[in-house]
């Protein structure tokens, strides 16, 4: 087990109005497995997921992460939590514009302090799990969609995160890109990492070893079979 909640609620407060954005929910995430996170729009799913990703602290409950309680820890042992345990992968990839895509995966481990020839050795593994070794050099822009989002999953795994977390990783994708990110995210949880992925497509349910859908801030589990 690499993450748990226990009882964990999120609510907003706006003037007088409280908003709840997750009910209480008791969930635990395990190596080795990839969770679908399902569910329309505003739902709770990307508040369920930035629970986990330790972007934001539980109104009530226990959250705990690569066994730390997180309701304990202050904003800089929360950061280090997340460079060193969770990589993030987004809709929108979020790489940098004037940076190739070598240097956008290499950014993790700069960040870490990584000595530059263990950054350089590390980014050449996560291209080449990915299968973008050919396209180091190129910037973004050159780049199609499917292979950005590669690239971002590539610096997910640089930093080699116990947790991968995805927001709608396939959303920006046609469906030859979307098999292919959805394969290699698969083959990340079967090789022994805990993969959480958000999405509101039906369509990737064949890829994942649990399934948990969130409507209205409530989360259940339901059947592969679905």
Same mark, same amino acid.
């Given at each position: 087990?690499?993450?748990?909640?226990?009882?964990?609620?999120?609510?907003?407060?706006?003037?007088?109005?409280?908003?709840?954005?997750?009910?209480?929910?008791?969930?635990?995430?395990?190596?080795?497995?990839?969770?679908?996170?399902?569910?329309?729009?505003?739902?709770?799913?990307?508040?369920?997921?930035?629970?986990?990703?330790?972007?934001?602290?539980?109104?009530?409950?226990?959250?705990?992460?690569?066994?730390?309680?997180?309701?304990?820890?202050?904003?800089?042992?929360?950061?280090?939590?997340? *460079?060193? @345990?969770? #990589?993030?992968?987004?809709?929108?990839? !979020? &790489?940098?514009?004037? $940076?190739?895509?070598?240097?956008?995966?290499?950014?993790?481990?700069?960040?870490?302090?990584?000595?530059?020839?263990?950054?350089?050795?590390?980014?050449?593994?996560? *291209?080449? @799990?990915? #299968?973008?070794?050919?396209?180091?050099? !190129? &910037?973004?822009?050159? $780049?199609?969609?499917?292979?950005?989002?590669?690239?971002?999953?590539?610096?997910?795994?640089?930093?080699?995160?116990?947790?991968?977390?995805?927001?709608?990783?396939?959303?920006?994708?046609?469906?030859?890109?979307?098999?292919?990110?959805?394969?290699?995210?698969?083959?990340?949880?079967?090789?022994?990492?805990?993969?959480?992925?958000?999405?509101?497509?039906?369509?990737?349910?064949?890829?994942?070893?649990?399934?948990?859908?969130?409507?209205?801030?409530?989360?259940?589990?339901?059947?592969?079979?679905?």
């Amino acid at each position: 087990m690499i993450a748990e909640l226990k009882a964990v609620s999120k609510e907003y407060k706006t003037g007088d109005q409280t908003i709840v954005a997750l009910q209480p929910t008791s969930l635990q995430l395990n190596e080795g497995e990839l969770l679908l996170i399902i569910g329309p729009s505003g739902s709770g799913k990307t508040t369920l997921l930035s629970l986990l990703g330790c972007v934001i602290y539980p109104s009530s409950g226990d959250l705990w992460v690569d066994g730390q309680h997180v309701n304990n820890l202050k904003e800089n042992a929360l950061a280090r939590l997340r *460079l060193g @345990t969770i #990589g993030f992968v987004f809709q929108n990839f !979020n &790489l940098l514009a004037p $940076l190739t895509a070598e240097e956008n995966v290499m950014m993790p481990l700069q960040l870490q302090g990584v000595r530059s020839a263990e950054a350089r050795d590390r980014t050449q593994q996560a *291209l080449q @799990t990915v #299968g973008m070794t050919d396209r180091r050099r !190129n &910037l973004p822009r050159q $780049l199609s969609g499917g292979q950005q989002q590669r690239i971002a999953i590539a610096r997910a795994l640089v930093t080699n995160p116990k947790l991968v977390l995805c927001d709608e990783p396939t959303a920006s994708l046609d469906k030859d890109s979307l098999e292919i990110v959805m394969h290699e995210l698969r083959t990340l949880a079967d090789g022994g990492k805990s993969v959480a992925v958000v999405t509101h497509d039906p369509r990737l349910k064949q890829y994942a070893h649990r399934i948990v859908e969130v409507d209205n801030g409530v989360v259940t589990e339901i059947s592969l079979t679905d």
